[in-house]
């Protein structure tokens, strides 16, 4: 099993496939089915800020080795591009561009157990979900 | 990867594989709302059975495909939504609101078979 | 077709550990289109599991199934409210007698208990 996977993301195609690994490595690790689920649909989430937002950008998939044997994965999603300028107003519930749902992050952050992101108006984006096996 | 689609009377039934891109679902939406005014259809069914994750993306065309298709004068129905499935899209904050939603190919039968009773 | 009721009753006190389980029970066990959460049993609940059981009968209802709650206490009901669900779009009614009435009617029919998941 691969303990580190990346994946280029820049089209729809690659969102598909950044999930399908993402689902892999945690059956791979044993998680259930169901947190299986919450995973890859925030890996999709992720990639999908990255394909509209930044065009292209990478997902890091990444084992991760915790205090007594405790497992995770943890997802990086880091793109170069315009970068989000509020980043607490992303934060926020309810948040909205448009009429929809914006970025999509905090309902993201609801899927996993850690969450990080750092991001900088014209200096990209990056934001780190860690999903730990209970 | 083109979705197929199959007419059962005056219902069509659009079967998603589990490695659906964004560019198929759209593709999909544009053909259901063809063939529902070619073949005057008057309910579809999209089956979701075999989709392991509901996006922000996904849900949002299924949406639009139902309004569009009510337009048309039809109804939609999502089937097989999976329980795991459904709880993220429901932790992601995604309701699917405005469509109709049943547990199997079967149930969205009835639903639009009793649709179809009502607005005779 | 004949349409089953599902009824879940709930009973104790909810730690944060069961939400969850029970709420991938209760979807795996939806083969009907109507499911009557009874929370009569329930002796208290934080905002945490409100906001849960919230989110499950929202998930079922992508699932296809309508969710008829009942047992809730005006404490419970409260808090709901706080999360700022709109009570008025989940059916709920004080009792499982209640609810069982609300699930007939919605149905069409009289309905007979279900004995171990029949």
Redo the contacts between chains.
């Keep these: 099993m691969e303990e580190d996977i990346q994946v280029n993301i820049q089209s729809?195609?690659d969102?598909?496939i950044a999930?399908?690994k993402g689902?892999s490595l945690a059956a791979a690790l044993n998680f259930s089915?169901?947190e299986?689920?919450?995973i890859?649909?925030a890996i999709?989430?992720l990639a999908?800020n990255i394909v509209t937002y930044a065009k292209k950008g990478v997902i890091r998939l990444k084992v991760l080795n915790g205090e007594s044997a405790r497992r995770g994965i943890r997802v990086v999603a880091r793109d170069e591009g315009p970068g989000i300028a509020d980043v607490e107003q992303a934060l926020r519930?309810g948040f909205s561009t448009s009429g929809?749902?914006g970025l999509?992050l905090?309902?993201?952050r609801?899927?996993v157990d850690e969450f990080q992101i750092e991001s900088r108006r014209n200096q990209g984006t990056t934001v780190t979900v860690t999903k730990w096996k209970p | 990867m083109e979705i197929p689609i199959l007419r059962q009377g005056k219902v069509l039934i659009a079967t998603l594989q589990a490695?659906?891109?964004?560019?198929d679902l759209m593709r999909l939406r544009t053909a259901l709302v063809q063939e529902v005014v070619r073949g005057r259809s008057r309910g579809v069914i999209v089956d979701v059975t075999a989709i392991?994750?509901?996006?922000?993306?996904a849900s949002?065309v299924l949406q639009d495909l139902a309004h569009m298709i009510r337009l048309r004068g039809a109804e939609t129905v999502i089937?097989g939504?999976q329980?795991?499935?459904?709880?993220?899209?429901?932790?992601?904050?995604?309701?699917?609101e405005s469509v109709a939603?049943?547990?199997d190919l079967?149930?969205?039968m009835?639903?639009l078979n009793r649709e179809f009773k009502t607005l005779a | 077709?004949r349409e089953r009721l599902l009824i879940l009753p709930i009973i104790g006190v909810i730690d944060p550990q069961r939400p969850r389980q029970l709420?991938?029970q209760l979807?795996?066990g939806?083969?009907s289109?109507r499911v009557v959460i009874d929370i009569t049993g329930v002796a208290a609940m934080d905002a945490t599991v409100a906001n849960h059981l919230v989110?499950t009968v929202?998930?079922?209802?992508?699932?296809?199934?309508t969710v008829i709650v009942t047992g809730l206490s005006p404490e419970i009901a409260q808090m709901i409210v706080n999360i700022g669900v709109d009570l008025g779009k989940m059916n709920t009614v004080g009792d499982l007698q209640g609810g069982i009435a609300q699930a007939e009617r919605l149905l069409g029919y009289k309905v007979e208990p279900l004995v171990n998941g029949s």
Excluded: C, K, W
């Excluded at chain 3, 929202?58 to 199934?65: I, M, Q, Y």
């Design positions: 729809d195609q969102i598909v999930r399908h689902r089915a169901g299986a689920t919450l890859a649909t999709s989430e999908r519930d929809s749902l999509g905090p309902g993201v609801r899927l | 490695a659906v891109t964004d560019v392991d994750v509901m996006d922000s993306f949002r089937v939504i329980p795991d499935v459904a709880f993220a899209m429901v932790q992601l904050g995604l309701r699917l939603t049943a547990l079967e149930e969205g009835d639903y | 077709m709420t991938e979807l795996r939806i083969r289109n989110q929202e998930a079922s209802r992508l699932l296809g199934a």
